[in-house]
């Protein structure tokens, strides 16, 4: 069975770092590509950007270049979004999901919900 | 940029048919393939209709997808409404270097 397991809730303070992590199971985790999908309260998706585990290969959202950094460790099967200096804007439920040959998104983490205040 | 627009809200009743437009801006939406996501309240979305007309397995052949070129717009059709099809719907294409999403729209079964 196909998972993408995300890593907890976190509170966090503006300034502060943050690391969120998206596990897969079930699958050749090199196979497919991760994309991640912010949504803010109360909002829409909105595509961040996109990773392919086999070779790193990343592709960022204009809206979130330089904003955000996608990896991932194909070692341990997980693919990570990380902020080096978060701000309140960035409270938000941020999901993983894997690309399906066919080109959508077939299978979604749960969620990770940010929540960023002093 | 290509932009897609949707409506913010629909209702209709259990059992009647309901279609949810998804109008493209700035390119054409025959360009290339949309998706039709489902989210209901605090759950993670899942796909609904890939690559226009496509329902994934596990999905209920009441859900439909097309497009129009002529109007620019695709479409999900809904048919036999129930209740737990209550949800956002965010249809989804692609544009040079970006996936777009619509704003969605909040289907409500009455």
């Known amino acids: 069975e196909v998972q993408l397991v995300q890593s907890r809730a976190e509170v966090k303070k503006p300034g502060e770092s943050l690391k969120i992590s998206c596990k897969g199971s079930?699958?050749?985790?090199?196979?497919?590509?991760i994309a991640w999908v912010r949504q803010m309260p109360g909002k829409g998706l909105e595509w961040m950007g996109i990773?392919?585990?086999?070779?790193?290969?990343?592709k960022y959202s204009p809206s979130f270049q330089g904003q955000v950094t996608i990896s991932a460790d194909k070692s341990i099967n997980t693919a990570y979004l990380q902020w080096s200096s978060l701000k309140a804007s960035d409270t938000a439920m941020y999901y993983c999901?894997?690309?399906?040959?066919?080109?959508?998104?077939?299978?979604w983490g749960q969620g990770t919900l940010v929540t960023v205040s002093s | 940029n290509f932009m897609l627009t949707q409506p913010h809200s629909v209702s209709e009743s259990p059992g009647k048919t309901v279609t949810i437009s998804c109008t493209g801006d700035?390119?054409?939406?025959?360009?290339?393939?949309v998706q039709w996501y489902q989210q209901r309240p605090g759950s993670a979305p899942i796909t609904v209709i890939f690559?226009?007309?496509?329902?994934p397995s596990g999905v209920p052949a009441r859900f439909s997808g097309s497009i129009d070129s002529s109007s620019n717009s695709a479409s999900l059709t809904i048919s036999g409404l129930r209740t737990e099809d209550e949800a956002d719907y965010y249809c989804?294409?692609?544009?040079?270097?970006?996936?777009?999403f619509g704003g969605g729209t909040k289907l409500t079964v009455l």
């Open positions: 999901a894997r690309q399906s040959v066919a080109g959508y998104l077939d299978f």
């Open positions: 079930g699958y050749i985790f090199t196979s497919n590509w």
């Open positions: 990773i392919y585990p086999g070779d790193s290969d990343t």
């Open positions: 700035g390119g054409s939406i025959a360009a290339n393939y």
């Open positions: 690559e226009d007309i496509q329902r």
């Open positions: 989804q294409s692609y544009d040079t270097v970006n996936w777009v």
